[in-house]
C-alpha cells in the first residue's frame, strides 16, 4: 500500500484567490497524479507529475491554471490558480504501487466564494 | 473515446443479501481495472484490481470480474453488511491514466 498525505484537508477561498495543495507520499514513486472530482461527480485526471520534468495535463486542463511542481520522489504540489466558485471541488493526489494498483490520498475539499 | 459506465447509479437492500455492482468500459484496450470505494468526506480506499489478462478477483466476501471482449466487470458483494453503505468506483486505466465511472452509490439496511 502508500501512505499518501495532503495539506490543506479543506478549505474556503475567495474568488481571484489561489491555493497551494501538498502531497507527500511515504516512499519515493516515478509519477504522482493529481485528480478532481466535482461536486456530485466522478474523478477527472488532471495531470501527471514527474521529477524533473513538466507535468503533462489532461484535455482541458492547462498549466497556467494549475502549475504543478514536483521537486522530488516524495513531493508535489497543486495550485489552483485565480479560482472561481466553478472550481469548487475535491482535489486528490495519488501514486501508483506494486502491481499498478493505484492508491489515493485523503483529498482536499474547496469551496470557492 | 474512453468511457466508463457504472450501474445502478444507487442500490438499496436489505442486511445479509447478495448484490452485484455492473461497470462497462467503451475502449477494451485496458491495462486492468480497479474497484474502489469511497466513504463520504473521506479519499478513496482500493479494494480489488484485476490484471487485463485476469478474469476475476477476490478479497474476503468481495468478488470482481473481467470480461475484456465485451468490456464489462462485475462486483459481487455477498452477504452484505451495513458497513458495506458507501459509494463503489470502477475505474479502468489506460497508459497512465484511470478513466472512473460515475459510482454507484450503495445502502445496506439493518
Known amino acids: 500500500s502508500a501512505v499518501i498525505s495532503q495539506k490543506p484537508s479543506r478549505d474556503i477561498c475567495q474568488r481571484g484567490t489561489s491555493l497551494t495543495i501538498q502531497c507527500q507520499v511515504d516512499s519515493q514513486v516515478t509519477m504522482m497524479f493529481w485528480y478532481r472530482q466535482q461536486p456530485g461527480q466522478s474523478l477527472t485526471l488532471i495531470a501527471t507529475a514527474n521529477q524533473g520534468s513538466e507535468a503533462t495535463y489532461e484535455s482541458g486542463f492547462v498549466i497556467d491554471k494549475f502549475p504543478i511542481s514536483r521537486p522530488n520522489l516524495t513531493f508535489s504540489t497543486l495550485t489552483v490558480s485565480n479560482m472561481s466558485p466553478e472550481d469548487s471541488s475535491i482535489y486528490l493526489c495519488s501514486v501508483v504501487r506494486g502491481q499498478e494498483t493505484q492508491y489515493f490520498g485523503p483529498g482536499t475539499r474547496l469551496l470557492v466564494l | 473515446k474512453q468511457e466508463v459506465t457504472q450501474i445502478p447509479a444507487a442500490l438499496s437492500v436489505p442486511e445479509g443479501e447478495n448484490l452485484v455492482l455492473n461497470c462497462s468500459f467503451t475502449?477494451?484496450?485496458?491495462?486492468?481495472l480497479q474497484w474502489f470505494r469511497q466513504d463520504p468526506g473521506k479519499g478513496l480506499t482500493s479494494l480489488l484490481l484485476?490484471?487485463?489478462?485476469?478474469r476475476e478477483q477476490t478479497s474476503g466476501r468481495l468478488n470482481a470480474s473481467l470480461d475484456k471482449s465485451s468490456g464489462r466487470s462485475t462486483l459481487y458483494i455477498a452477504a452484505s453488511q451495513p458497513g458495506d453503505s458507501a459509494t463503489y468506483l470502477c475505474?479502468?486505466?489506460?497508459?497512465?491514466?484511470?478513466?472512473f465511472g460515475a459510482g454507484t452509490i450503495l445502502r445496506v439496511k439493518s
Open positions: 475505474a479502468a486505466r489506460y497508459g497512465n491514466k484511470l478513466v
Open positions: 475502449d477494451s484496450a485496458i491495462y486492468n
Open positions: 484485476i490484471q487485463s489478462s485476469q
